[in-house]
């Protein structure tokens, strides 16, 4: 399937690479990959300084180039997050405590940006990135079925069966809308043409395509319940085991992430 658009994760591309790759980081044992997402969800969540966000990101950006993942394709996926954080920060960073830097006046409600609304900004940004980085390397250097067998045996049911079903649903509904997009520019039409100029057109077609995308999803249940489908799926994949390597990685990677965010004094 082409890509919507070079600034949305391309799930077939990352599909590609989980599936194909023979890298060093593909062998690793999924359940380190994954038990490493978690710490550095940690990290980011309890993280205030931004010279660790930007050492956590950095070493995560060259995980992912060592594994032989497209790096151009990352930094144009970087679009939605940095969006994302710059429309979440943008509210927060005026009038923080710290050294003014500029100011804007407006009647009532004087805005000012300090060094530490900056600081405020740039951290959360690192933290973002190395946040998507990571999920994108763990997720293009894992297998499907290893993932799914993860998902089964870590979320009590239903959860585990909406996301094992979730995945596949998602390519279902991509297809939808691309063809709809094909259909829409083989008319002259363009998304943010028909959004500004014909608005309901705009609608319909989103409309048509989530109509479209949950009638195919109805005949696929069917077709498994024909099939011998009783409503759970079981992934009965044996995933690899964590070798010592591994274990001693995480341990260390625990034991420096405390002495990072409780012991270490960093100037900012």
């Not at 279902?172 to 083989?186: D, F, G, P, Q, W």
Request: hydrophobic fraction near 50%; glycine fraction near 4%.
């Amino acid at each position: 399937m082409s890509e919507l658009s070079p600034h949305i994760p391309d799930l077939d591309l990352i599909t590609f690479y989980s599936e194909k790759g023979t890298t060093l980081f593909s062998r690793i044992s999924p359940w380190t990959k994954g038990l490493m997402l978690v710490l550095i969800i940690l990290f980011v969540s309890l993280d205030k300084s931004l010279i660790l966000a930007m050492c956590l990101y950095l070493i995560v950006l060259a995980l992912y180039f060592l594994s032989g993942l497209p790096i151009k394709k990352l930094f144009q996926w970087y679009t939605m997050p940095f969006i994302f954080v710059l429309s979440l920060v943008l509210i927060l960073i005026w009038n923080e405590p710290g050294k003014p830097i500029f100011s804007l006046d407006v009647p009532y409600l004087p805005l000012t940006i300090t060094d530490n609304g900056l600081l405020l900004l740039l951290t959360l940004l690192f933290k973002s990135l190395a946040s998507v980085t990571y999920s994108l390397f763990f997720l293009m250097t894992t297998r499907y079925n290893y993932f799914s067998a993860m998902i089964y045996r870590v979320f009590p049911s239903p959860i585990d069966q909406v996301f094992l079903m979730s995945y596949r649903f998602i390519f279902i509904t991509l297809k939808m809308v691309e063809s709809m997009i094909k259909a829409l520019r083989s008319r002259g039409g363009g998304l943010l043409k028909s959004a500004r100029r014909q608005s309901k057109m705009f609608a319909e077609v989103f409309a048509l395509t989530m109509i479209r995308s949950y009638d195919r999803a109805d005949r696929i249940n069917k077709a498994m319940e024909a099939r011998g489908f009783n409503g759970r799926y079981v992934a009965a994949t044996r995933i690899p085991r964590i070798g010592i390597g591994e274990y001693f990685t995480m341990l260390m990677a625990t034991i420096l992430m405390i002495y990072l965010i409780w012991f270490a004094k960093l100037p900012f």
